[in-house]
């Protein structure tokens, strides 16, 4: 495990444990649909925020990898978005089931949301073939339509 994993590591642990601090200013009752909402955009802001730290610290590096083109999508935006839009078909439907959240729910559903982000990192939808890889680090690859073969 990297230092860099490490780190992150460690910050969700915090997050989990400091959003005991934040229960009093969440509701204690939300709908489904805007649960999965809530945390499909928790898991892109995790993605973006993982991936614009690894374009600074490849950019700083002297002599890095020149980027490559592929026809792919990184697993947790593919999957931030699905439960965006499944989040506001569930709310735009009018469904409303709602759902009693304690404190351990709140911080268990932040914990679950942030440990599916990092154990997605390194994968990325492969959209020809249509394929699931383990590519870590690929923040050089870039996608491109067509690709060299």
């Not at 592929?70 to 089931?97: D, I, K, N, P, Q």
Request: net charge positive.
């Amino acid at each position: 495990m990297t230092t860099r994993e490490k780190t992150e590591v460690g910050l969700i642990a915090t997050f989990a444990v400091g959003c005991a601090w934040l229960v009093p200013y969440l509701p204690w009752r939300i709908s489904l649909g805007s649960l999965i909402l809530a945390c499909s955009v928790l898991l892109m802001v995790q993605s973006l925020v993982r991936d614009l730290y690894a374009l600074w610290a490849y950019r700083r590096r002297a002599g890095g990898e020149p980027s490559r083109a592929m026809r792919c999508l990184c697993m947790e935006s593919a999957v931030g978005l699905t439960g965006v839009v499944s989040g506001l078909l569930v709310l735009g439907s009018g469904a409303s089931y709602e759902l009693e959240m304690s404190c351990w729910a709140w911080s268990t559903s932040l914990l679950f949301t942030l440990v599916l982000g990092f154990a997605l990192k390194d994968f990325v939808l492969e959209l020809w073939p249509l394929r699931v890889r383990r590519i870590e680090n690929h923040e050089q690859i870039r996608f491109a339509w067509k690709t060299a073969t």
